[in-house]
């Protein structure tokens, strides 16, 4: 028999105390007294994990095993040591017994009853509300002490400062550390001088060999930045500076790109005050660094439009998925460069992205034409229409399938007028003439929803033929003034007709979106154009738009 132990805590503190030890004694002595061997590869323990989630080290490996088909046996005190969550109570122990392994709970011993497995999912709901109950009181007792100012809203010390080991979160064991300090200063006091910026703070540090409060060689703008603006920095303590965002994937060209779960900085006004510490930074000072960087950040190259760039702020590299700005070299060559290559950006990536510099002048021209081709063939829009809204009924398809619809709900009424007769005259008894009268009213839901969806569709195809009409209508207004549009004009078409232009080596792809009405959603479709590096075409016959179909 080879049996496998998992144990888990869910915090450090615990893991301290010894109570994984615990559990790990007592799965010891159990597998003894059945005389099962164990070695030391078979003991799976998580330190300081949380049930609440799938990602722990420990809970990974015996997983890996017993899809390896290693073990026959796994022990546990307890379901809520598996997970918190009966959902993964549930998943976990389905994906461990397809393989043949049998999982065993001390505390609650289950067998293949479905009373058992149905006893199993109640404790793990009971757990998982247990949970939510215990961090919502959690919550609420840390906020009150912030708001005492006796405990600190600190998960890592900041980068120069030290606390007592004791009393990690106690404002009373804060102190400067010194050496740490001095690193702050500088960074202040050179930012203050005259073209002090951050890209050159961040080649300085890295010259110098300064580590980054992490510990890491490579400095980022974003990180001097967080020092530079640190309210730590000159002795005032704020909580609840942060709120969590739920994660939001790109499910079309209309989300932009990069928009993933994480942290979000409240507003000032929304932070809770905690305490006072030592201050590194006089006020005057940091109050003289939040100005140049506000100046700075107004008058940045990026926040100014002396060049003319038609695709500014749309195109991205379809390699690395960053985007790439605009820039003009020697004041006559404009590029779109891959951001990965910019000094900000290329400092704190491993990873080379081999893409080369776009000629923007090329590229605008290239994706203007295209564009033009677009608004003089709205045969294109009309089947991105329809490819959009597919699945519309025919007139005739459309009337007989209502008439279906009226029919089985006449029938549906007669069932009730007829199943209520009955129960009057005493043929069923009450409990079976509720629960067919149930049933009936629920086919009459149903049929009611179909009969909505129908309208709706309805609604959908007439709504077609007339957005059909008026895209025809506005690109034949359009389509006379092309050739005469003004830069600022050729720009506000962009806007309002590209969401993106994605740039692999050999190939520009123009996802365009529609907009129908203000209402409706909006519809997109793609071109491919291909060699956006030959030579400027001389006539409208050489630009060729290779369609990837409607998306």
Same mark, same amino acid.
């Given at each position: ?13 615990? +893991? ?46 015996? *997983? ?6 290693? !073990? ?59 949970? /939510? ?6 919550? *609420? ?25 004791? &009393?990690?979160?106690?404002? @009373? ?48 703008? @974003?990180?001097? &930045? ?72 107004? /008058? ?5 439009? !002396? ?68 608004? *003089? ?24 399938? *209502? ?42 839901? @149903? ?10 569709? +309805?609604? &959908?195809? @007439? ?26 004009? &050729? ?61």
């Amino acid at each position: 028999m080879r049996v496998a132990l998992y144990a888990r805590v869910s915090t450090n503190r615990q +893991a301290l105390m010894q109570s994984i030890d615990q559990q790990l004694d007592r799965l010891r002595e159990y597998a003894a007294s059945q005389g099962w061997l164990l070695s030391d590869d078979a003991i799976f323990r998580d330190d300081g994990h949380s049930g609440a989630t799938l990602n722990r080290p420990g809970l990974d490996r015996l *997983r890996d095993k017993v899809r390896a088909a290693e !073990v026959d046996r796994i022990l546990l005190t307890a379901p809520d040591r598996l997970a918190r969550n009966y959902v993964h109570q549930m998943v976990l122990l389905e994906e461990l017994e397809r393989t043949g392994s049998q999982v065993q709970f001390l505390d609650r011993p289950m067998t293949a009853d479905p009373h058992d497995h149905l006893l199993l999912q109640i404790r793990g709901a009971v757990a998982e509300y247990e949970r /939510t109950l215990i961090a919502e009181r959690m919550r *609420r007792g840390r906020l009150a002490k912030y708001r005492a100012g006796v405990l600190l809203p600190w998960t890592r010390r900041p980068f120069g400062y030290s606390v007592d080991p004791d &009393r990690p979160r106690d404002p @009373a064991g804060v102190s400067i550390d010194e050496v740490e300090a001095a690193v702050i200063k500088q960074i202040f006091a050179q930012y203050l001088e005259p073209g002090g910026n951050l890209n050159r703070l961040v080649r300085h540090l890295m010259a110098q060999g300064v580590r980054t409060p992490s510990g890491h060689k490579r400095w980022s703008q @974003a990180t001097v &930045r967080g020092m530079l603006t640190n309210l730590t920095y000159r002795g005032q303590v704020f909580a609840g500076r942060w709120r969590r965002r739920d994660p939001k994937r790109r499910l079309s060209p209309l989300k932009p790109i990069g928009l993933y779960g994480g942290e979000v900085r409240r507003r000032p006004e929304e932070w809770t005050f905690v305490t006072k510490i030592p201050a590194i930074i006089s006020e005057e000072e940091f109050e003289l660094v939040q100005a140049k960087l506000a100046r700075n950040r107004a /008058t940045a190259r990026r926040n100014n439009h !002396v060049h003319d760039y038609l695709l500014r702020a749309l195109v991205s590299c379809g390699l690395c998925k960053l985007t790439c700005p605009a820039k003009t070299m020697n004041k006559k060559n404009s590029y779109y460069i891959c951001q990965s290559k910019m000094g900000a950006v290329s400092s704190r990536r491993d990873e080379y992205c081999p893409a080369r510099f776009i000629p923007a002048k090329q590229l605008d021209e290239i994706v203007w034409q295209d564009l033009c081709e677009v608004i *003089r063939e709205p045969e294109l829009i009309r089947q991105a229409l329809e490819r959009a809204w597919s699945g519309n009924w025919l007139p005739q398809e459309m009337q007989a399938r *209502r008439e279906n619809l009226r029919r089985g709900r006449r029938s549906l009424e007669r069932q009730i007028e007829r199943l209520t007769e009955a129960y009057l005259k005493e043929v069923i008894p009450l409990a079976e003439y509720e629960r067919r009268r149930r049933d009936l009213e629920q086919r009459e839901e @149903a049929l009611d929803e179909q009969a909505k969806q129908m309208e709706r569709q +309805a609604e &959908r195809t @007439a709504e077609l033929a007339g957005v059909v009409a008026s895209v025809e209508d506005f690109t034949a207004r359009i389509g006379r003034g092309l050739a005469e549009a003004t830069f600022e004009q &050729r720009r506000q078409l962009v806007e309002l007709l590209i969401d993106r232009v994605v740039v692999s080596n050999e190939e520009v792809e123009i996802r365009y979106v529609v907009p129908t009405n203000k209402t409706s959603e909006q519809v997109h479709f793609s071109h491919l154009r291909a060699d956006y590096r030959a030579r400027p075409p001389r006539d409208q016959a050489e630009l060729r738009t290779l369609p990837l179909g409607f998306c």
